[in-house]
């Protein structure tokens, strides 16, 4: 069946790195642009970061542009966000997130979702 | 705009029917997609495109646009159903995407 499963969450320093990886199952990853959502305790989603399925284009929030990036390698089927000078307030579970269209990202959304995996943020 | 208004919390009778809105500028241009999220699990996909449902969901969810507002039907709410509902959908400049701030669900 069709899986995202996450992984590299934890627990960080103010100012460190994380590299968060999102394993892709069931379906032909390569095709398909990919989402990374994030959601802070008790608070609502949060898009973070997209990136299209081939020759990758790439698109962030002001939240995160120029600290986060997002890649992937489609021999691994795997989707990653790198996270440098991580601040308090990127404390959230971060989901990544597969997009409806093919050669995407498109207009309909993401219907699948990983389980998340929990970055922490704390002195 | 670069923002989606959702009402805080919404609630309905059991058995009866419920819309939830969703507002800002982009959806004159994007459609609208709208997530289910129950506590402690991630979002599940419920409605896309013009009014369209993935495999699974049931047909008493459907969704409508007009203007800058979208909405989320649900025609007899089911116990089921209560969680937090999330509108998603491009930015006006189509280079970000945006969520609305949710809307909790009281299933009475």
Known sequence: QVQLVESGGGVVQPGGSLRLSCAASGFTFSSFAMHWVRQAPGKGLEWVAAISSETPKKYYADSVNGRFTIFRDNSKDTLYLQMNSLRVEDTAVFYCAKDVESSGPGNYGMNVWGQGTTVTVSS | ?108
């Not at chain 2, 009866?16 to 979002?43: E, H, M, N």
């Open chain 2, 1 to 108: 705009s670069s923002e989606l208004t959702q009402d805080p919390a919404v609630s309905v009778a059991l058995g009866q029917t419920v819309r939830i809105t969703c507002q800002g500028d982009s959806l004159r241009t994007f459609y609208a997609s709208w997530y289910q999220q129950k506590p402690g699990q991630a979002p599940l996909f419920v409605i896309y495109g013009e009014n369209n449902r993935p495999s699974g969901i049931p047909d008493r969810f459907s969704g409508s646009t007009s203007g800058n507002t979208a909405s989320l039907t649900i025609t007899g709410a089911q116990a089921e159903d209560e969680a937090d509902y999330y509108c998603n959908s491009r930015d006006s400049s189509g280079n970000h995407w945006l969520f609305g701030g949710g809307t909790k669900l009281t299933v009475l």
